[in-house]
């Protein structure tokens, strides 16, 4: 028995299983560099996916997951093989995604107001109730307008 152990193979069906991502996605990852040249059947030619790349293209999946846009994923990876003395640029990219999540979330929280901006808004119409649906309505285009800047940062 030997002392390494055996590697799986995967096929690329196999991997767009396993991560979620699509096929031509890990094949497009692949063509700009994302991940680098994936190995090939002697004989099919066809992808042939080992751990290392699967246990890669998880952590790409994950990063595809938060919005990051695939240059930056491709720094991250491109980082990750100079190991520790590419930490700070790691945070770096990170930290800049954390931003663009906290601002996106923001935006988020501000539309979930002016939903439920209108839906009290129907809810007084629905009741009679003219004054509220006034202020509510005033509301919602006082919301509406954030929404607009908001859109454009």
């Known amino acids: 028995m030997s002392a390494r152990t055996a590697q799986h193979s995967y096929t690329i069906?196999?991997?767009?299983?396993l991560t979620g991502l699509p096929a031509s996605t890990l094949r497009y990852y692949e063509s700009i560099g994302v991940i680098a040249p994936v190995s090939r059947g002697a004989s099919s030619k066809h992808r042939i996916y080992d751990e290392d790349d699967?246990?890669?293209l998880m952590w790409i999946a994950c990063l595809a997951a938060t919005g990051m846009s695939v240059g930056d994923m491709r720094?991250?990876?491109?980082?990750g093989q100079q190991g520790s003395s590419a930490a700070g640029e790691q945070i770096e990219l990170l930290a800049e995604q954390e931003r663009r999540l906290a601002l996106?979330?923001?935006?988020?929280?501000?539309?979930q107001r002016y939903v439920r901006l209108k839906i009290d808004y129907w809810r007084a119409v629905e009741a009679g109730d003219a004054a509220?649906?006034?202020?509510?309505?005033?509301?919602?285009?006082?919301?509406a307008d954030q929404l607009k800047r908001a859109?454009?940062?």
Do not use: F, P
Request: aromatic content about 2%.
């Open 54 to 56: 699967l246990d890669r």
């Open 151 to 153: 859109r454009r940062q």
């Open 13 to 17: 069906k196999e991997v767009a299983g």
């Open 132 to 143: 509220r649906a006034e202020t509510l309505s005033t509301e919602a285009r006082s919301l």
């Open 75 to 79: 720094q991250y990876m491109a980082n």
């Open 104 to 111: 996106e979330a923001e935006h988020i929280a501000l539309r």
